[in-house]
T-cell receptor, first 114, second 115 residues
Framework: GQSLEQPSEVTAVEGAIVQINCTYQ??????LSWYQQHDGGAPTFLSY????GLEETGRFSSFLSRSDSYGYLLLQELQMKDSASYFC???????????????FGTGTKLQVIP | NAGVTQTPKFQVLKTGQSMTLQCAQD?????MSWYRQDPGMGLRLIHY???????DQGEVPNGYNVSRSTTEDFPLRLLSAAPSQTSVYFC??????????????FGPGTRLLVL
């Protein structure tokens, strides 16, 4: 099967930088995604890493190391509105092969404080 | 372009009742999924589809059925509702299965309470 681990909670100060780590165990790995979810809302896509290295989108960056089965989401210049839950998700081939499915981690609740 | 739509937004069922959660997307995506999210938890995959006529089970498929007769629609059926199925249900569609690019779009969710 597949498993993902990420910290359950992180607190950071407005204007600072925070890194949320994600380690995974899976076979047939394709890529790692990150999603943001505010309380009561739907998840929204932030980034996807299919290759090793850093992907940057504005204040958010995501990193993947396939050899270490590890990735992280980096949030810079934190704002109060960044307070939300952040989920990593692995895309991998199923045991039956041919199809890909996505497995989510349990999420990291980020609290940004003044 | 409405993206991914889900109906109803809220539903209360009695144990043993059946119902269908509707999901539709207008982005011509082949890949669609159903997830459930319990309080303080991540999303767990129920069923997914890689195109019309093709579905497969996710992590927690028991008690749910799906079918995919068109690209646009992917309904989720609860056969005989149980209190353990109280959850928030999200439908999602994906714009591609390239190894190098993927974006998954979520609907607003259906909040289901089974008494």
């Amino acid at each position: 099967g597949q498993s993902l681990e990420q910290p359950s909670e992180v607190t950071a100060v407005e204007g600072a930088i925070v890194q949320i780590n994600c380690t995974y165990q899976t076979s047939g790995f394709y890529g790692l995604s990150w999603y943001q979810q505010h309380d009561g809302g739907a998840p929204t896509f932030l980034s996807y890493n299919g290759l090793d290295g850093l992907e940057e989108t504005g204040r958010f960056s995501s990193f993947l190391s396939r050899s270490d089965s590890y990735g992280y989401l980096l949030l810079q210049e934190l704002q109060m509105k960044d307070s939300a839950s952040y989920f990593c998700a692995v895309r991998a081939l199923t045991h039956s092969g041919g199809y890909q499915k996505v497995t989510f981690g349990t999420g990291t609740k980020l609290q940004v404080i003044p | 372009n409405a993206g991914v739509t889900q109906t109803p937004k809220f539903q209360v069922l009695k144990t043993g009742q059946s119902m269908t959660l509707q999901c539709a997307q207008d982005m011509n995506h082949e890949y669609m999924s159903w997830y459930r999210q319990d309080p303080g938890m991540g999303l767990r995959l129920i069923h997914y589809s890689v195109g019309a006529g093709i579905t497969d089970q996710g992590e927690v498929p028991n008690g749910y059925n799906v079918s995919r007769s068109t690209t646009e629609d992917f309904p989720l059926r609860l056969l005989s509702a149980a209190p353990s199925q109280t959850s928030v249900y999200f439908c999602a569609s994906t714009d591609g299965t390239s190894e190098y690019q993927e974006t998954q779009y979520f609907g607003p969710g259906t909040r289901l309470l089974v008494l």
